[in-house]
C-alpha cells in the first residue's frame, strides 16, 4: 500500500487536532502548534494510515509516531513495518509513551523493544504549585520573584496581542545574540521556532504572556491547553541577568493563563545540566516518558 506523506500546513490544524483529543494525551509534542513548528527541523510529515493519524521523520534516524485514531491499529502498524521494509529502512516508532508501548506489546508480543529516554521526558507540575509556590521547597522561588518586584515597583504582566508582539520579537533577537543561538544548531532552530511561534500566535492557537519593567519586556512565554487537564508551555525567554525574571513570568503565565488546568507540562530538559536543574528545582508531580521502539 502507498501512502501519502502529506507536509504540514495551517490549514490541517483542525484535522490534526481531532486525532489528538481522541488521545488526550499529556505529550508536550501532542499539539498540532508543536508539529507544525517542527515539522522543517525534523523533516516531518504525516499521513493518515487506516483511518489513523502517521507522522513520518526523516531527520536522523527515520521513524514514525504511534498512530493516532479509533483505526485498526494493527492493521496500521503492519502497513507501516511493510512501508520502511520497501523502503529498506529499519523499522522505528519515536516518543512512544508507556501506554503506547503496552498496546503493541499485546497486539504483538515479544516482537518490540522500547529504550525510553530520560534527555525526552517531560516535567508536569500542578498548577496551583506552580501559580502559589507555597511551602519550604519553593521558598527560593519566592524570594527571587519578592526580589524583582523590589527592584522593579513598576513590573506588569501582559497578555501577549498584536500590539506588543513586536517588542516580543524585539527581545527574543536580543536574548538570540546574549545566549549564542548562532553557534548552536538545536538553539538556532530554537530560536526559529519561537519567532514563528510569536508571528502565527492567533493561527496557532497559542496564548502569550510577557512581563514589563522599566518600560521593556524582560520576558515573554507562549503556550497552549494539551489533553483536557494539561496546559503547555512550549517557549520561555528571559534575561538571565535580571534576578527573579525567570520565575516572575513562569508564576505569572500560569496565574493567567493556565489556572484552569490541574497540570502543566513545561517540557524536557534535553539532557542540559542546567535546565535539568532548574525544572527540579520545581519538583514536579510527574514525568512523561518517552521512549523509541524497534523490533527485537
Not at 504511534?66 to 511493510?82: C, E, H, N, S
Not at 518586584?149 to 524585539?170: A, G, V
Request: aromatic fraction near 12%.
Amino acid at each position: 500500500m502507498e501512502l501519502n506523506w502529506k507536509e504540514i500546513e495551517l490549514s490541517d490544524r483542525e484535522l490534526i487536532t481531532s486525532y489528538y483529543r481522541q488521545e488526550n494525551s499529556r505529550n508536550c509534542e501532542a499539539t498540532f502548534a508543536n508539529n507544525y513548528l517542527w515539522a522543517p527541523h525534523y523533516d516531518m510529515q504525516y499521513a493518515i494510515v487506516e483511518g489513523m493519524l502517521v507522522f513520518l521523520v526523516r531527520k536522523g534516524e527515520t521513524s514514525v509516531s504511534f498512530p493516532l485514531g479509533t483505526g485498526d491499529l494493527k492493521r496500521a502498524v503492519d502497513i507501516l513495518q511493510d512501508y520502511f521494509a520497501r523502503q529498506g529502512w529499519t523499522f522505528r516508532m519515536h516518543l512512544i509513551s508507556p501506554a503506547q508501548f503496552e498496546r503493541l506489546e499485546g497486539l504483538y508480543p515479544g516482537r518490540f523493544q522500547v529504550a525510553y529516554d530520560r534527555d525526552l521526558a517531560d516535567y508536569v507540575y500542578e498548577s496551583e504549585k506552580l501559580i502559589t509556590l507555597a511551602g519550604k521547597k519553593l521558598h527560593s522561588k519566592r524570594n527571587h520573584i519578592n526580589k524583582f518586584r523590589e527592584q522593579y515597583p513598576d513590573w506588569r504582566y501582559e497578555s501577549i496581542t498584536d500590539d506588543n508582539t513586536e517588542e516580543c520579537l524585539k527581545m527574543a533577537q536580543e536574548w538570540r545574540v546574549l545566549n549564542g543561538c548562532d553557534e548552536d544548531e538545536e538553539k538556532s532552530a530554537e530560536f526559529c521556532v519561537t519567532l514563528n511561534a510569536l508571528r502565527l500566535r492567533r493561527e496557532l492557537g497559542l496564548k502569550g504572556g510577557l512581563l514589563r519593567a522599566e518600560g521593556r519586556v524582560m520576558g515573554f512565554t507562549l503556550g497552549e491547553p494539551g489533553g483536557e487537564d494539561v496546559f503547555i508551555v512550549h517557549i520561555e525567554k528571559a534575561y538571565a541577568d535580571v534576578q527573579g525574571a525567570y520565575p516572575m513570568i513562569n508564576q505569572q503565565f500560569a496565574e493567567h493563563e493556565a489556572a484552569a488546568y490541574p497540570y502543566i507540562n513545561r517540557e524536557e530538559d534535553t539532557g542540559a545540566e542546567g535546565l535539568r536543574k532548574a525544572k527540579l528545582s520545581y519538583h514536579p508531580v510527574m514525568m512523561v516518558e518517552k521512549g523509541v521502539v524497534t523490533m527485537r
